[in-house]
């Protein structure tokens, strides 16, 4: 059956994160994604860099039935491993040997906010504990700056994501960063994006 799932926002900005990562991943080794959601992201992208193993991972069953249809959908069921079942804050995190072996880059789009502030705590650990050398932990959503909302469009939706969970929210950019370094990881690049988005890019200090 097709158990595809649909995010409104996965069409709108693929592409311009799809340039960043031309310029950010390594050209090969594999990629994890943390909370893939619905997988569009996931296949889009294992398609834009197949000299890269794309692996999804989410703790929602739901959201793991999705990628799994999309992947069989477009066909990569012998170039793309099944979603795993991570969960970003139970430590250690479940990989295999043979995606921590092989493990160039986390790729982390659209979470933080919608999680409370430990995951954020979690998503710095794991990477800290699983990516080696200069291997880039990849963050993108949209954020505060210096405790303030960068438009009025990200003001409503934050305000609408605490009335869902008063846990969630925008992250503020600069706590983000202070709390990357408490993990001896430090912020190499912020990059504007569509939509009052920002892209961060983290390597071990």
């Given at each position: 059956m097709?158990?595809?799932?649909?995010?409104?926002?996965?069409?709108r900005?693929?592409?311009?994160?799809?340039e960043?990562?031309?310029?950010?991943?390594?050209?090969?080794?594999?990629v994890?994604?943390?909370a893939?959601?619905?997988?569009?992201?996931?296949?889009?992208?294992?398609?834009?860099?197949?000299?890269?193993?794309?692996?999804?991972?989410?703790?929602?069953h739901?959201h793991?039935?999705?990628?799994h249809?999309?992947?069989?959908?477009?066909?990569l069921?012998?170039?793309?491993?099944?979603?795993?079942?991570?969960d970003?804050?139970?430590?250690?995190w479940?990989?295999?040997?043979?995606?921590?072996?092989?493990?160039?880059?986390?790729?982390c789009?659209?979470?933080?906010?919608?999680?409370?502030?430990?995951?954020?705590?979690?998503?710095?650990?794991?990477?800290?504990?699983?990516?080696?050398?200069?291997?880039?932990?990849?963050?993108?959503?949209?954020?505060?700056?210096?405790?303030?909302h960068?438009?009025?469009?990200?003001?409503?939706?934050?305000?609408?994501?605490?009335?869902?969970?008063?846990?969630?929210?925008?992250?503020?950019?600069q706590?983000?960063?202070?709390?990357?370094?408490?993990?001896h990881?430090g912020?190499?690049?912020i990059?504007?994006?569509?939509?009052?988005?920002?892209?961060?890019?983290?390597t071990?200090?």
């Amino acid at each position: 059956m097709d158990y595809r799932l649909f995010f409104s926002a996965t069409k709108r900005n693929r592409n311009p994160i799809r340039e960043i990562l031309t310029k950010n991943l390594p050209e090969k080794g594999t990629v994890l994604e943390i909370a893939s959601g619905s997988g569009e992201h996931a296949v889009f992208f294992q398609k834009c860099f197949p000299g890269n193993v794309w692996q999804s991972s989410d703790p929602d069953h739901s959201h793991r039935r999705s990628i799994h249809s999309w992947i069989n959908y477009e066909g990569l069921l012998e170039k793309m491993p099944l979603p795993i079942d991570l969960d970003v804050e139970k430590d250690p995190w479940p990989l295999p040997i043979s995606i921590l072996d092989n493990l160039c880059a986390i790729v982390c789009i659209n979470m933080l906010h919608v999680a409370p502030w430990s995951a954020t705590q979690s998503l710095f650990n794991g990477a800290l504990n699983t990516l080696k050398g200069n291997s880039p932990l990849i963050i993108y959503g949209p954020f505060k700056n210096n405790g303030q909302h960068i438009s009025q469009s990200n003001e409503v939706f934050d305000k609408s994501l605490k009335e869902i969970n008063s846990s969630w929210g925008l992250k503020n950019l600069q706590d983000v960063n202070q709390l990357a370094e408490e993990f001896h990881i430090g912020i190499n690049k912020i990059i504007e994006m569509p939509a009052n988005n920002l892209v961060l890019i983290y390597t071990k200090l």
